[in-house]
């Protein structure tokens, strides 16, 4: 299984995922509906940039379902790290909320084999979804020919994302392409004064390691790591946790989560910061929502070092779990998540691109226009973090890992502990 949907993964999605305007695609249908039915639509979604997209889909679901009152039982915190945990146990004691948020990928794989969501194939059928999703996403969430989840977008992780004017200081005149050069250059920018490299929370360090994996290693070598002939003993692994030590040395004191850490980069207070496109909403949005800040001059981004060429992919998905409450509730916000309408309402805020091919292109802008052409012509590896290639297990185990090496800077005891996870994975 793991090899099959790996293969898919490392295969180059282009030409596929051209966007063509090929059939309206749709609007949203409610489903059947019952007096004042209430959807629990849960996933992390609360916090300043993220939660605009929400609020867009789910104005679209209140107009088309004026029978369902739509409970956002977001948890905050960004990546899901105390929504994941929670839902975990909602699910063991057989709670589930009416659809949830999941990660397209091993992660969804994890929900799959436990026995806790409903095919959705009756959907796919009804609203021809299998004609506007590419085929190799539609792999990531399907066991034995059942689809499991509908995705919404596309985010990509792999983005350095930094303050022009802070670079310029400390005289830095294009953004490093290599991890030498970014190691060079966060060097140049302790010495001007300002924090060369912002981090937040735990996960936020979880997400510079896999970028730094991802530029270290090159991108076939990276995908192997997830595949049956991964060697995480390998000299090249030990050479790239190096320079994550290296990168780690400049960074600043960890704030609260993702969001101040992208602030930094913003308010000019420090340099770099890597993180998913997210960060795009939250920097861009209008200042009820986001920053309000124009792209170029007061933010700017580039590929990760290292990582030209490749698109460090995530998709977030909605469920059905079995069980679910409200199901005719639930199936009405599938359909609002599965159409055109939900995804092009959705992602121009969210800083994430359709997971639908046959999205309106026009309003896709800025640096999202640019996000979908590295989509369509980029090689693929896939998400430590958000759920790509390792299943909740492993990547908890991962985390754990990177909070023992921040304390103790260890490589050799990191390596041996990454290498523990992979092999006790069970993936
Ligand atoms: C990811 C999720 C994104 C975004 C991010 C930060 O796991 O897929 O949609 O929410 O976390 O919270």
Known sequence: MRRRWMAAV???LTGLLTLTACGDGGGSQGGSQSAEAKVEVFSWWTGAGEA???KAMRAIFERENPGQEFVDAAVAGGSGDQARALLASKLSANQPPDTFQGHAGAELQGYIKAGKLESLNFLYDELKLRD??????IDQISVQGEIYSVPVN???SNVLWFNPAVLKEAGISTPPATIAAFI???EKVKASGKIPLSIGSQWTVVHLLESVLLGSLGTETYNRLWTAQADWSNANVTQA???FKTILSYA?????DWQPAAKQVADGQAAFNIMGDWAYGYFHNPPDGGLGKSSKTDFDWAPAPGTDGTFMWLSDSFTLPKGAPNRAGAVAWLKVA??????DAFNPLKGSIPARTDADKSLYKDYLEWDLAQWSSNKLAGSIQHGVVANDAWRASINDAVGLFQGDQDVAKFQQALADAAKNSGQ
């Open 252 to 256: 600043g004191t960890p704030v609260e």
């Open 132 to 137: 506007v999703f590419p085929q190799q996403l």
């Open 338 to 343: 599965a159409s055109k309408e939900g995804q």
């Open 10 to 12: 490392a295969v180059s």
């Open 184 to 186: 060079a250059d966060l």
């Open 52 to 54: 605009d997209g929400l």
């Open 241 to 243: 946790l190096n320079d």
């Open 154 to 156: 596309i985010h990509r």
